[in-house]
T-cell receptor, first 115, second 110 residues
Framework: AQSVTQPDIHITVSEGASLELRCNYS??????LFWYVQSPGQGLQLLLK????DTLVQGIKGFEAEFKRSQSSFNLRKPSVHWSDAAEYFC?????????????WGLGTSLAVNP | DGGITQSPKYLFRKEGQNVTLSCEQN?????MYWYRQDPGQGLRLIYY???????QKGDIAEGYSVSREKKESFPLTVTSAQKNPTAFYLC?????????FGSGTRLTVV
């Protein structure tokens, strides 16, 4: 079955440190790939997405993600974390074709930022 | 600006009551979705609609009902058959290129 795995349930980093959030997917063909962020009590906001082309994708708020086909991964990175980045981060995929093109979600990674 | 509006932001339900959560979008999206979010369980799909007057059950549809009479609107009713309705509910619209989310409704049973 198609699935998305975010191995880290909770991560704590210090402000100014670098960040990498992991995402692996299990799917026959390369899907479309997404990262969303959710602040407490809010909806989800799209950070970035990968459809094709350059495997390093730039997003909003200084985030980037790299697609690695050989590892079925789409890890999210940020060089220097700000306190305002504390939030829940969700990785999601959707098939490129077919009738059932709903997003398949990971369970999320909760990020805490120490001052 | 285009977007999705969910209302109310907070909702309280007594045991045995039905309540309806509103979701309106002006993005001209055909597809709309309802998710339930509980701590540690990610987003679980309740219902989705890919076109007006048509909708399908998601993974946890029991105790919920929806309608899609207009492209812009996709209300969710939490019925008395839903035994554990306290949760955060998110509405989204979009498709294969990604979803746009509303700001959510927090439902609490009192």
């Amino acid at each position: 079955a198609q699935s998305v795995t975010q191995p880290d349930i909770h991560i704590t980093v210090s402000e100014g440190a670098s960040l990498e959030l992991r995402c692996n997917y299990s799917y026959g063909a390369t899907p479309y790939l997404f990262w969303y962020v959710q602040s407490p009590g809010q909806g989800l906001q799209l950070l970035l997405k990968y459809f094709s082309g350059d495997t390093l994708v730039q997003g909003i708020k200084g985030f980037e993600a790299e697609f690695k086909r050989s590892q079925s991964s789409f890890n999210l990175r940020k060089p220097s974390v700000h306190w305002s980045d504390a939030a829940e981060y969700f990785c999601a995929v959707v098939p490129r074709a077919g009738n059932n093109r709903k997003l398949i979600w990971g369970l999320g990674t909760s990020l805490a930022v120490n001052p | 600006d285009g977007g999705i509006t969910q209302s109310p932001k907070y909702l309280f339900r007594k045991e045995g009551q039905n309540v309806t959560l509103s979701c309106e979008q002006n993005l001209n999206h055909d597809a709309m979705y309802w998710y339930r979010q509980d701590p540690g369980q990610g987003l679980r799909l309740i219902y989705y609609s890919q076109i007006v007057n048509d909708f399908q059950k998601g993974d946890i549809a029991e105790g919920y009902s929806v309608s899609r009479e207009k492209k812009e609107s996709f209300p969710l009713t939490v019925t008395s058959a839903q035994k554990n309705p306290t949760a955060f509910y998110l509405c989204a619209s979009g498709g294969g290129v990604g979803y746009t989310f509303g700001s959510g409704t927090r439902l609490t049973v009192v």
